[in-house]
């Protein structure tokens, strides 16, 4: 028995490494993409204490993460996670978009430590991870 585990995890390894090293790979990527795009400079108004930017960034970061963890529980290949990932970042991008439009001079608002705007902010953003999450592992 201890032999066929052994056996599965030196078969599976290799794809667990890959598989998962993409889905990593491609939250930096997307996170670094989604900062460079948003108008306010996330990581120095959170490293300044700004509370507001720091909801507004952990939603966006659990908003890419949470569909590449569905992917990746339903890929087949490294090709679905970096297509789906892709998506899932236009989608995030575009949730961000929503918020913005809904709010009125969000980044403002965001700079300024409204912590209310960053909340409806972390609110869309989940809520259209959770649809992407269900879209790519349907």
Same mark, same amino acid.
């Given at each position: ?12 390894? %290799?794809?667990? &490494? ?8 491609m939250l930096v990527a997307s996170v670094a !993409?989604? =900062? ?29 993460? +949470? %569909? ?6 339903? *890929?087949?290949?490294?090709?679905? =996670? ?13 949730a961000y978009l929503l918020a913005a !439009? ?7 608002? =965001? ?9 409806? &902010?972390?609110?869309?953003?989940? *809520?259209?991870?959770? +649809?992407?999450?269900?879209?790519? *592992?349907?």
């Amino acid at each position: 028995m201890l032999s066929g585990v052994l056996d599965s995890l030196l078969a599976g390894f %290799p794809y667990f &490494l890959m598989h998962s090293g993409t889905a990593l790979a491609m939250l930096v990527a997307s996170v670094a !993409l989604y =900062i460079a795009v948003t108008p306010f400079h996330e990581l120095r108004l959170v490293r300044a204490g700004n509370a507001a930017a720091a909801v507004a960034l952990a939603g966006a970061s659990l908003g890419l993460a +949470i %569909p590449l963890a569905f992917c990746l529980a339903a *890929s087949v290949n490294v090709l679905d =996670i970096l297509v789906w990932g892709s998506v899932t970042l236009v989608m995030q991008l575009l949730a961000y978009l929503l918020a913005a !439009l809904l709010l009125g001079g969000f980044a403002r608002r =965001i700079e300024q430590g409204d912590l209310a705007a960053a909340v409806v &902010l972390l609110g869309i953003q989940l *809520s259209v991870a959770a +649809i992407n999450a269900a879209a790519v *592992s349907g």
